[in-house]
């Protein structure tokens, strides 16, 4: 008998052990040009809505050719993260407008353009924490490199996760809106992966995609309503984030048979969030010049390319996600 209840009782300590162990979060800082087409908003709000996946500790802003200046890049994310069911403060922090070349000389001034974003990067990146901080940069990587100018030695404390590039081919868009800032990063030691978006490729997020139909169907009412509504950036005021979602789509041209519009930096969220997503290679750090790439086999630096896509399971947890959202909790 007393064999019997020591029995019981380990059962018992042990699931009362099991029920109390802390699920461990991914420390994210996400980096993004918010206001350029709509992948960026929809990234946003689905890494929000994975609160039992992510521990979001803030968002750094930076301003493409696309979508206006760091005011209006700012201004986008603000709605996106209240629409979300987040209210002020919000650890937002704007960063840079202007080129990485042009900035990275002023990195030890007192105010360098992109400042505040470089400045919470750094402190973020300087935490104590079991695992690396996942810097998810779905924009240029101009605030990532002039962060890793002013103080090098966050490489070690720092996963940078970044959509861009068609690689092995050139072009693309945030790769373009600062080469500079791209070859400074692969010059580091900082862990480097690449989310490419290869347009026109089935290899590439640009297979992300979805129809305005699609969106029209499952979008509208989806996540949190909040009481003041938020004006959209095309006019409109909106209570959820699905809703917003809808009107996006309705302000943005369409490509290819049948037409849609990729989802590029939700794809980088989503295999952040699960690996077996996409599949990942390991190459030798190559440099982009003069348009194009570079490879460079002997080099002992290496970084991580990601590619082939799973369309189906990314859009399947992404509205999943929207269905049943969690949302993260952020400083």
């Known amino acids: 008998m007393r064999y019997g209840l020591f029995f019981i009782s380990v059962l018992l300590i042990g699931c009362v052990s099991t029920q109390e162990k802390p699920v461990s979060r991914m420390q994210v800082l996400f980096d993004t040009d918010t206001n350029n087409e709509l992948d960026d908003q929809h990234a946003l709000a689905y890494l929000l809505f994975n609160g039992s996946t992510f521990d979001v500790r803030g968002v750094s802003i930076n301003a493409t050719r696309g979508g206006g200046n760091i005011d209006s890049q700012y201004a986008e994310a603000e709605r996106v993260m209240k629409l979300c ?14 080129s990485f070349d042009s900035i990275q000389s002023s990195v030890d001034s ?39 100018k002013k103080d ?53 997020t640009a297979a992300v995609s979805v129809t305005q ?17 938020v004006t959209g950036r095309h006019g409109g005021e909106f209570k959820t984030f699905g809703d917003y979602s809808v009107n996006l789509f309705a302000h943005i041209d369409y490509h290819g048979t049948p037409p849609s ?11 952040v969030k699960n690996s077996g997503w996409a599949q990942k290679k390991v190459i030798a750090a190559p440099l982009y010049i003069n348009n194009k790439w570079v490879d460079r086999p002997g080099n002992a630096r290496r970084i991580t390319v990601w590619e082939n896509f799973d ?7 992404f509205y999943a996600t929207l269905d049943n959202y969690q949302l993260a909790e952020v400083p």
């Open 213 to 229: 139909k699609e969106i029209n169907e499952k979008m509208p009412g989806k996540g949190p309503e909040i009481i003041v509504p």
């Open 261 to 271: 519009r990729a989802l590029f930096d939700m794809a980088a969220v989503a295999i």
């Open 85 to 98: 069911g987040y209210r002020d403060p919000l650890p937002l922090y704007k960063g840079a407008n202007s």
């Open 152 to 204: 090098p030695s966050i490489a070690s404390n720092i996963r940078l996760v970044w959509l861009g590039s068609n690689y092995p081919d050139p072009g693309e868009y945030n790769l373009d809106n600062d080469t500079s800032s791209l070859n400074y990063v692969l010059k580091s030691n900082v862990e480097f992966e690449m989310v490419t978006v290869r347009y026109g490729q089935p290899s590439g």
């Open 110 to 148: 007192t105010n360098f353009d992109g400042k505040e974003a470089v400045d919470f990067i750094l402190v973020q990146s300087k935490e104590p924490a079991k695992e690396k901080l996942i810097l998810l940069a779905v924009g240029k990587l101009t605030n990532v490199a002039l962060a890793l």
């Open 311 to 317: 369309k189906e399971k990314i859009l399947a947890d």
